[in-house]
């Protein structure tokens, strides 16, 4: 591994200022990493349930800090891709949790996939595919 | 078609108050909807360009109302699947529009497509698929 | 669990004479089920590697065991959408090893995913996220 | 265009021999490529319906002549990636018809999609989003 959960969240910190406050690196290792989502308010859809584009950004977000956890810290490497099935309605109140694995890190492609859950649930709410390309050295 | 472009975009105002102010409907006939995202600040990813939550969105909301135009009012469709591919970096500073096509409209899955481009530009920079759960009557 | 491993190949070669012989299930249980993919030449792409094609049926076949595990002999259960990554290439002069898991069964729609391998290998040559649609009973 | 119609139906019969005689490429221009699947028992499931590998095959063999078609005879482009959605069950006893358009030709990348008819029908049986990696020259 090329960074810890702590040099994750503080790369998060830095360079995604914006949106860093929204999660927490709660674990990186050689299994995965897992995301939480602090969800608030300007997540929810009418009805309380967590949006469709707070989840993908959560997916999003998990992937591209479990690469960098395994190749350091690259501002540049852009999603080209994602697949993301909506299985479940989150429950309400709820953080959601993204654990997410990196199964493919080449010279130019990285690929991945994310299960999100409601905290304390064992059901997934939603699963993701991406793909990441990273720009040459 | 059921819905008209303005009653679209009232029907996005009463019901997704949140997320309302950032689309417009620009057309909807029978084939298809263009909508647009007015780009502001927090839609944006550092760098400038706008982040893969807002495109995302976008082409989930566009082909929500495409939907909608066809079968009326169902405010509880909800999207199943959603595989984006990222092509292009939006161009700094200009709105996004998505063109969205409703392919099938099944008695419990509707299925299309959108292409997502920066106004003025003909390349697109993001095309998806989705799907959608029609409830029971 | 509603089928066996030996009920689920019973079911294959009655209803699906074709494509049977290609297929052995390997492991039916609640974690999942593995398939087999017995690796012929007509599975193969100029240079020795096994085709697309060839993987996505082994992905598809699977999940689709993998549910009839679950809910038993139902036919008419119908792919509504796959995303498939391939990330390697498979080993030369190998069987593949579709590992699948259900991760949603609901009333109309159930949605998993397949990792598959080369037999001997531990890093997947492709995923898949397919959904199936379940007729009404 | 690099390649014209007949160009590309003569590389599919020179490199890909096994499975040449089952497509005819219709037509190859600026707007994309057309690719015909002459369906025969081979291709079908129970119920005479065409399959899924054998619909993924004909998005998958379109999408990389009409790229062919644009940067000339690369024999090892792959596919990285494909999300399809099958959409209506094809018309027993005709052929497909995929139309592959390419959406982004990049350095590494080439992204497009695909719609996929029975012929004489107007209602797409499914349609699919294809990535392909491009070799360095």
Redesign the interface.
């Known amino acids: 591994m090329q960074m810890t959960a702590e040099e994750l969240q503080a790369f998060l910190a830095r360079?995604?200022g914006?949106v860093a406050a929204d999660f927490r690196v709660e674990r990186a290792d050689a299994a995965g990493l897992c995301l939480r989502l602090r969800v608030e308010g300007?997540h929810l859809?009418?009805g309380g349930t967590v949006?469709?584009?707070?989840m993908?950004?959560l997916a999003?977000v998990a992937m591209y800090l479990a690469i960098l956890a395994r190749i350091g810290p690259v501002?540049l490497a852009?999603?080209?891709?994602?697949?993301?099935?909506?299985?479940?309605k989150p429950a309400a109140g709820r953080d959601l949790l993204a654990e997410a694995r990196v199964?493919?890190l080449?010279r130019?492609?990285a690929?991945g996939?994310v299960?999100i859950f409601s905290e304390g649930e064992d059901?997934?709410v939603a699963?993701a595919?991406l793909?990441y390309?990273i720009p040459p050295k």
């Open positions: 360079d995604f914006q300007r859809r009418p949006s469709g584009p707070a993908f950004g999003d501002a852009v999603t080209t891709n994602c697949a993301i099935d909506f299985m479940r199964l493919k080449g130019v492609l690929v996939d299960l059901q997934p699963r595919g793909t390309s």
